[in-house]
């Protein structure tokens, strides 16, 4: 399926801000066998003193600006065309979870997409007992990983309500659990946390989510959304799996790939620091167009 993806991400600041460094994660990713990034463009308004291109340690796409000159607005744009391809579901041959630990142990290499990096607390990931307990109502030593991944995804999805108003970026998963609110980012923190909990490697994904509007009404321009799911380690002959406990399902064709990382904080759209007094508004629109 081809996408036609318009993003753009506005900032007004009450006061002129007379300095800015920021770093741009919105360039969807290319994917071996599932996704392909056929054209794109990062557009900047206004141009930025400096610009420079780069690859992360998990091999996402970076866009660095800095500003040195005052500005009272600032508009990222981002327009890019993928093709991305149905993955389709293969037989569940994860190894017990009970035996994930012997396989994690064969491993050795430390290269970005290894396993041992998403095992451990990471910034905004603490490891509280209150994860673990959770994940043990929903995944037995006995299941396979793959069904322990699933079948936690779906616990969470019927527990945890899509509330776009109880949660900001910043707050923590584990006032975000407490609650059982909270918006993509909370449900896929929450899942991650509670999966390295019991033993699963899991990170964070960033990406696009094709919506399809109700029969018989026209897609409304600027209403699509960045999204954000899981993927976890099911074992050496398994690999990574893609799950979004949002809608309580596995990855597929209207899901595009952004970035991978830890926790959102390795994946943020707009991540830096700028100079100014005063507060900020802030507007996103996003388009996922299919072909």
């Known amino acids: 399926m081809l996408y036609d993806l318009n993003l753009e991400i506005s900032y007004n600041y009450a006061s002129p801000a007379n300095a800015g460094r920021h770093a741009l994660r919105l360039m969807p990713a290319t994917i071996s066998g599932a996704q392909r990034l056929l054209a794109g463009q990062v557009q900047l308004l206004p141009e930025p003193s400096e610009r420079h291109d780069r690859i992360d340690f998990f091999g996402n796409a970076v866009t660095d600006v800095a500003y040195r000159s005052s500005h009272s607005d600032l508009v990222f744009k981002l327009k890019a065309r993928v093709d991305r391809t149905a993955v389709p579901e293969e ?69 945890l309500k899509f509330d776009a108003e109880a949660t900001t970026v910043d707050t923590p998963v584990m006032e975000a659990f407490e609650r059982r609110h909270g918006v993509c980012q909370d449900f896929s923190h929450i899942m991650i946390a509670c999966l390295r909990s019991i033993g699963i490697p899991a990170g964070y994904v960033s990406g696009f989510l094709r919506t399809i509007p109700p029969k018989g009404q026209p897609r409304l321009e600027g209403a699509d959304a960045m999204h954000a799911w899981v993927r976890a380690w099911c074992g050496i002959d398994v690999g990574w799996v893609e799950y979004d406990p949002t809608n309580a399902l ?42």
Do not use: W
């Not at 994930?100 to 491993?107: A, D, M, N, V």
């Not at 490891?127 to 109502?137: I, N, R, S, V």
């Not at 970035?259 to 388009?287: E, F, I, N």
């Open 91 to 159: 037989f569940d041959i994860s190894p017990p979870l009970n035996l994930l630990p012997r396989e994690l142990g064969s491993i050795q290499s430390l290269a970005p997409n290894e396993p041992l990096h998403f095992l451990a607390a990471s910034p905004r990931l603490p490891l509280d007992p209150a994860f673990a307990h959770y994940a043990q109502q929903h995944a037995s030593t006995d299941m396979s990983t793959l069904c322990a991944v699933e079948a936690l995804g779906k616990a969470l999805n019927a527990e």
């Open 250 to 291: 596995r990855v597929g064709q209207d899901h595009i790939v952004v970035a991978y990382g830890r926790d959102y904080g390795d994946v943020a759209p707009v991540k830096g620091a700028l100079r100014t007094a005063g507060g900020q508004t802030t507007s996103h629109k996003v388009d996922v167009i299919p072909h």
